[in-house]
DNA sequence: AACCGTACTGAAACTTGTTCTAGATTAGCG
DNA sequence: CGCTAATCTAGAACAAGTTTCAGTACGGTT
């Protein structure tokens, strides 16, 4: 539970099995681009000196992760399994299966401002990556599912109109981030978003309770 | 109305005035923009190649247009001033303001649907675009909204409420055409999601129809 | 019409993502 | 252990966005 590396290799179900110095490697450098991104976000990441921090020749890192957008692709799926165990741990406290998913995802928002270097290069890289990264991008976007799912802690399996609901969140959810990241909106509008759009969970589930 | 050069300088509100000439220019690199993106999407439109196109040197381009995502937001700038005029001359049929705002985002959906590369081009640029072109960018989500408001056909200004919903349909627009243009949805799948974030618009204005 | 500051041109240079190549290491195997 | 294929390294080379610069053309002023 607590440790995550176990974890971690779950993400990426294609591909013959590493070893474990390759394993090191990888680690390496997931290390190495977040560190960066921390520090300046999207341009800060450069793949030179990601190669140099994290003890590679560039050649090795491109084969790795095929290009920079895979690479930090690739940290947010890191980043959101880290995310996602961390809120397991303190589900949300709300009754409103739309309230559970907004206080979710503030918390999230919250972890996020923390970082905003690194979110800036992880959310541009998501939005800017184009079909030859689809399979990474849906991953991210299937774990980002599953916490919002999480969040809404249904009995049973969810609804069409329900699943509908939560690509609308988050649709969202990545817009937001990416006005409030570029300075084109403010922490509470990005808060008033969020709750806004989480209406419409409430709307297709009309609390089945007891 | 059906000049476009007359509501082409409305967008620029800072700046001193173009001479002719400088005006032409402008037009003609916006013009050779479109062309290539087009064609390849963003990766087709290189500096070189729309300074060329459009008869200009490359610093001359960067004079007038300061990065590749400058030059692409000031396309949209341009295609979305022609999408609003041509959307005002049929306004949606439907009754109520949600399906009103759905059956307009649909009509602009079928228009990118004829310009896919277009559309990936200005909507990559629009969404990976830093602080730096923030003045612009809000400049094309100021147009969005007054599209979406017109649509709604309301009668008097439109309340707080109103508002939020419009920014998250905004949010679901630019995020589900990436999903589309990232061939990670379909278009029944974007015209789901628009459908189903624009029921808020309906839960905030319950029809105050006379 | 001569003049001055600004804008434009053409071309080179610089930056960073990406690709390529030749040689050194490593992993797996008989 | 010795062999072979795959992997890794160092570094050059290439591509496209961006910057810079010396010289030329333009627009307004006197």
Chains 1, 2 share one sequence.
């Not at 999207?42 to 921090?53: G, L, Y």
């Amino acid at each position: 539970m607590t440790t995550d590396s176990t974890a971690a290799g779950a993400a990426l179900p294609a591909g013959p099995p590493l070893t474990a110095r390759q394993e090191a490697r990888r680690r390496r450098i997931l290390h190495a681009s977040a560190e960066l991104a921390g520090r300046g976000g999207f341009d800060a990441v450069q793949m030179r000196e990601v190669a140099e921090a994290s003890d590679v020749a560039l050649g090795t890192l491109y084969r790795y992760f095929p290009s920079k957008v895979h690479l930090l692709v690739a940290t947010m799926q890191d980043q959101l399994q880290h995310l996602h165990a961390t809120l397991r741990k303190r589900p949300p406290t709300e009754p409103e299966p739309g309230a559970r998913v907004a206080q979710t995802l503030m918390r999230a928002f919250r972890a996020l401002q923390r970082e905003p270097h690194l979110a800036d290069a992880m959310v541009r890289a998501l939005t800017f990556a184009d079909r030859s990264v689809s399979p990474e991008v849906d991953t991210v976007s299937r774990l980002t599912t599953a916490i919002i799912l999480d969040a809404m802690g249904l009995d049973g399996a969810p609804t069409p109109e329900q699943l509908s609901a939560v690509r609308v969140i988050e649709h969202t959810w990545h817009s937001a981030l990416i006005t409030w990241l570029s300075g084109r909106a403010s922490i509470a509008q990005v808060k008033i978003d969020i709750e806004t759009v989480c209406r419409l969970i409430d709307l297709t589930a009309p609390v089945p309770r007891a």
